[in-house]
């Protein structure tokens, strides 16, 4: 028993080997014809023709090719939706790693300063009972005005961008209330002569 796995040990383990061989034909040997296939004998092909002919569909398949081309529009629908919110989402889970970072590693001194800054809001929020423009008014107003104790030079650069903002805004509402005003309110026999007419 010992030499017959011996022996089938040993050419098992030369299987493993890989190995290149390369045959260089002599310079003496005549050139040699080539042999195709359907002249070996144990290679007959038999002749025929064959003819791919397709399957009926069955009625499962019907109903499967029918759902897809029913589905289709709300697919390709969803898969645009994905394309065009995979950025923003990507962004928005950045900018909460981001955010997340910095709360870990923040600088002295930020979460006290976060804590008045946010009761600021409450007391806001406290003084705001009763009016909805209150409400809307107060809370932002004390974080904002806590805000800027604590960040004057963001205070101010915030305090010139939304005041230019604000007025450019004051400025359009004002022309489009006159001209509303223009075209409802006044009449052609209501304007008054100007004092060089008669």
């Known amino acids: 028993m010992f030499k ?3 022996r089938s040990v040993g050419p098992a383990s030369l299987s493993l080997l890989t190995f290149k061989v390369y045959a260089v034909p002599k310079k003496d040997s005549p050139p040699k014809n080539s042999v195709k296939v359907d002249e070996l004998s144990l290679y007959s092909v038999p002749k025929g023709q064959s003819k791919y002919v397709e399957e009926s569909r069955s009625p499962l398949e019907e109903s499967i090719s029918q759902l897809r081309h029913y589905c289709e529009p709300y697919t390709s629908w969803c898969q645009e939706t994905y394309s065009q919110t995979k950025p ?4 928005l889970v950045q900018w909460g790693l981001d955010a997340t970072d910095y709360l870990q590693n923040a600088p002295p001194g930020f979460f006290p300063r976060l804590g ?8 806001g ?3 705001a009972r ?8 107060y809370p932002p107003g004390f974080m904002g005005l806590a805000a800027s104790l604590y960040y004057p030079q963001q205070a101010v650069v915030f305090a010139q961008v939304s ?14 209330i006159e001209d ?8 052609p026999g209501n304007v008054k002569n100007s004092p060089g007419t008669k």
């Open 163 to 176: 005041g230019e903002r604000l007025y450019d805004w004051g400025l359009r509402g004002y022309i489009v």
């Open 180 to 187: 509303l005003w223009k075209q409802n309110f006044q009449k």
């Open 88 to 91: 923003k989402m990507q962004s």
């Open 130 to 137: 009763g009016s909805k423009i209150k409400k809307l008014v």
């Open 4 to 6: 017959v796995i011996q």
């Open 116 to 123: 008045v800054i946010g009761f600021a809001g409450l007391i």
């Open 125 to 127: 929020l406290f003084l």
